[in-house]
């Protein structure tokens, strides 16, 4: 059966990750997309490469497309793509504004030749603005947007410590892409009309962290606002990093909620590490029962955390919790948790998940040959009617440049021709 965008062609002109993710998570949902790459292929090819031109990171972000291979810096290259767009329905560009401008495929110059297009634009700060035209990453966003001062991770030498486990602001700006891309072809479908998508990694920074962002002056007076200002303190004297983070202190703490923290956040156990994630009463009551501590003066529905006295009393229960947890393995801890029906997870290690039961049992993992087997993460998705997922791996370098050609109406002596121009490789 096909999926639910079968038909969908897609031009994807990206790198690293925001657009590859958006056009990834198009593919399993049953677009053709077309990867195209400058000669020599995007960078990420390169990054930790096992043989010349493939790495795991592309792999994963990139299976699925077909590959062709465009100098979008040549005349001729950009008149072909003008003459070609009129065939696909979807545009997906990653980089910085006045690159789409200069390369001849910004929305405003496309248009004329696909009216209805669907174009979607990720940059780093967004069109507009005093950092408009800022060279932006991941990193930058983390650091921008508050989100790796959020983390409050402090390295070895007292610097800032971004995020290294996943690229948030990336991901979370390419699931939004693809989730605006179909909403638009919906719209399209009902009215006819095309239309232009933005976001951008700070946006999608922001998005990650709203109750942090947000405003609301009646509490932020009493909480946040006390702890701005012993930030600003620190500052003004001359304070590091480390401790402008120490000065802002725990999320919880500042919102008087210190002794949440019991039942949610991580415990050292005997043979690794466990998370506890209470978000109810009835979750806090349940841990409580499992760990024996029903005499937690923090149980009462009452219970202030702001004043110094019951701080001390949190502070006190943090120790005895943690001298608890150390007394049993993950395994022999999560059972008693479970019992309970209380949320309990061992921290597992990525490397390991590949091969996790829950994940095998549920199908996440699918296995492609390209340069040998290897095993990817599958589609975000799954559907009751329309299959997600694609069978098929990313693809070398150019493998397809000819095959798309021809599909929109560029005959053998004009790609010949194009590539003794360096238009095409």
């Given at each position: 059966?096909?999926?639910?965008?079968?038909?969908?062609?897609?031009?994807?002109?990206?790198?690293?990750?925001?657009?590859?993710?958006?056009?990834?998570?198009?593919?399993?949902?049953?677009?053709?997309?077309?990867?195209?790459?400058?000669?020599?292929?995007?960078?990420?090819?390169?990054?930790?490469?096992?043989?010349?031109?493939?790495?795991?990171?592309?792999?994963?972000?990139?299976?699925?497309?077909?590959?062709?291979?465009?100098?979008?810096?040549?005349?001729?290259?950009?008149?072909?793509?003008?003459?070609?767009?009129?065939?696909?329905?979807?545009?997906?560009?990653?980089?910085?504004?006045?690159?789409?401008?200069?390369?001849?495929?910004?929305?405003?110059?496309?248009?004329?030749?696909?009216?209805?297009?669907?174009?979607?634009?990720?940059?780093?700060?967004?069109?507009?603005?005093?950092?408009?035209?800022?060279?932006?990453?991941?990193?930058?966003?983390?650091?921008?947007?508050?989100?790796?001062?959020?983390?409050?991770?402090?390295?070895?030498?007292?610097?800032?410590?971004?995020?290294?486990?996943?690229?948030?602001?990336?991901?979370?700006?390419?699931?939004?892409?693809?989730?605006?891309?179909?909403?638009?072809?919906?719209?399209?479908?009902?009215?006819?009309?095309?239309?232009?998508?933005?976001?951008?990694?700070?946006?999608?920074?922001?998005?990650?962290?709203?109750?942090?962002?947000?405003?609301?002056?009646?509490?932020?007076?009493?909480?946040?606002?006390?702890?701005?200002?012993?930030?600003?303190?620190?500052?003004?004297?001359?304070?590091?990093?480390?401790?402008?983070?120490?000065?802002?202190?725990?999320?919880?703490?500042?919102?008087?909620?210190?002794?949440?923290?019991?039942?949610?956040?991580?415990?050292?156990?005997?043979?690794?590490?466990?998370?506890?994630?209470?978000?109810?009463p009835l979750n806090r009551d349940q841990m409580r029962r499992a760990i024996g501590v029903e005499d937690d003066p923090t149980a009462d529905p009452e219970f202030d955390s702001l004043?110094?006295?019951?701080?001390?009393?949190?502070?006190?229960?943090?120790?005895?919790?943690?001298?608890?947890?150390?007394?049993?393995?993950?395994?022999?801890?999560?059972?008693?948790?479970?019992?309970?029906?209380?949320?309990?997870?061992?921290?597992?290690?990525?490397?390991?998940?590949?091969?996790?039961?829950?994940?095998?049992?549920?199908?996440?993992?699918?296995?492609?040959?390209?340069?040998?087997?290897?095993?990817?993460?599958?589609?975000?998705?799954?559907?009751?009617?329309?299959?997600?997922?694609?069978?098929?791996?990313?693809?070398?370098?150019?493998?397809?440049?000819?095959?798309?050609?021809?599909?929109?109406?560029?005959?053998?002596?004009?790609?010949?021709?194009?590539?003794?121009?360096?238009?095409?490789?």
């Open positions: 059966m096909p999926g639910p965008l079968d038909g969908i062609k897609v031009f994807e002109v990206s790198q690293i990750v925001a657009g590859p993710y958006c056009g990834l998570n198009l593919v399993d949902l049953g677009a053709d997309v077309i990867k195209v790459e400058p000669p020599g292929g995007e960078g990420i090819r390169q990054s930790g490469g096992f043989v010349p031109g493939e790495s795991k990171g592309f792999h994963s972000l990139n299976r699925g497309k077909r590959s062709l291979v465009i100098d979008l810096r040549s005349p001729d290259a950009q008149e072909l793509v003008h003459r070609i767009i009129g065939g696909f329905d979807v545009f997906v560009i990653n980089a910085r504004p006045g690159v789409p401008e200069r390369l001849r495929v910004d929305y405003e110059t496309l248009k004329q030749f696909r009216p209805d297009l669907i174009y979607f634009e990720n940059t780093g700060f967004g069109r507009g603005g005093p950092s408009e035209f800022r060279s932006g990453s991941d990193a930058v966003a983390q650091a921008y947007s508050g989100l790796l001062a959020g983390d409050g991770k402090v390295d070895e030498f007292g610097a800032p410590e971004i995020i290294t486990a996943t690229a948030p602001a990336d991901f979370h700006a390419g699931l939004a892409g693809a989730m605006a891309i179909s909403a638009a072809l919906f719209h399209r479908e009902r009215t006819g009309k095309g239309q232009f998508i933005e976001t951008s990694l700070l946006r999608a920074g922001l998005a990650l962290q709203g109750t942090r962002v947000g405003k609301l002056p009646a509490l932020d007076a009493q909480t946040t606002d006390v702890a701005l200002q012993r930030m600003r303190d620190v500052q003004a004297a001359g304070g590091s990093y480390k401790e402008l983070v120490a000065a802002r202190g725990n999320l919880f703490d500042a919102m008087g909620r210190a002794a949440a923290r019991l039942f949610y956040g991580g415990y050292a156990v005997k043979d690794g590490g466990v998370i506890l994630g209470a978000l109810t004043p110094p006295e019951n701080r001390k009393l949190v502070d006190e229960m943090l120790e005895r919790i943690r001298g608890i947890m150390m007394t049993k393995t993950m395994d022999e801890w999560i059972e008693i948790f479970d019992r309970e029906g209380a949320p309990i997870s061992k921290v597992n290690w990525p490397e390991d998940m590949a091969d996790d039961p829950q994940v095998e049992a549920m199908g996440y993992m699918i296995d492609l040959e390209l340069t040998g087997s290897e095993r990817m993460v599958g589609p975000i998705v799954s559907m009751s009617e329309t299959p997600t997922g694609s069978d098929r791996p990313s693809a070398p370098l150019g493998r397809h440049t000819d095959e798309v050609l021809h599909e929109h109406g560029v005959d053998d002596a004009e790609i010949a021709r194009l590539r003794e121009l360096g238009a095409i490789a």
